[in-house]
């Protein structure tokens, strides 16, 4: 059991995935403003406007879809890395 640990820390597969996995929970965390910025901004829109505006509509939804493709590397549900490694 103590060498099948020892060989799984000497393997370099487990410990750049844990490197991808420290940068992808820094762009979690700033996209993660970028999608209150979003939402602020659309709120503020529609109460200037009435409309939404649909720019930023279409770069919400890529943002939360690349938050979800961030999500599921992290949780080990997705062995492909999102953007930019992708």
């Given at each position: 059991?103590?060498?099948?640990i020892?060989?799984?820390?000497q393997?370099?597969?487990?410990w750049?995935?844990g490197?991808?996995?420290l940068?992808?929970?820094f762009?979690?965390?700033v996209?993660k403003?970028?999608?209150i910025?979003?939402?602020?901004f659309?709120?503020?829109?529609?109460?200037?406007?009435?409309?939404?505006n649909?720019?930023i509509?279409?770069?919400?939804q890529?943002?939360?879809t690349?938050?979800?493709?961030?999500?599921?590397?992290?949780?080990y549900?997705s062995e492909?890395?999102?953007?930019p490694?992708?």
């Amino acid at each position: 059991m103590k060498e099948e640990i020892k060989q799984r820390l000497q393997m370099n597969k487990i410990w750049q995935r844990g490197l991808y996995m420290l940068f992808f929970i820094f762009i979690y965390g700033v996209s993660k403003f970028l999608v209150i910025g979003v939402m602020l901004f659309q709120f503020l829109t529609i109460i200037l406007t009435g409309n939404v505006n649909e720019q930023i509509l279409r770069f919400g939804q890529n943002l939360s879809t690349y938050l979800y493709q961030i999500t599921l590397f992290l949780t080990y549900n997705s062995e492909q890395r999102p953007f930019p490694f992708s």
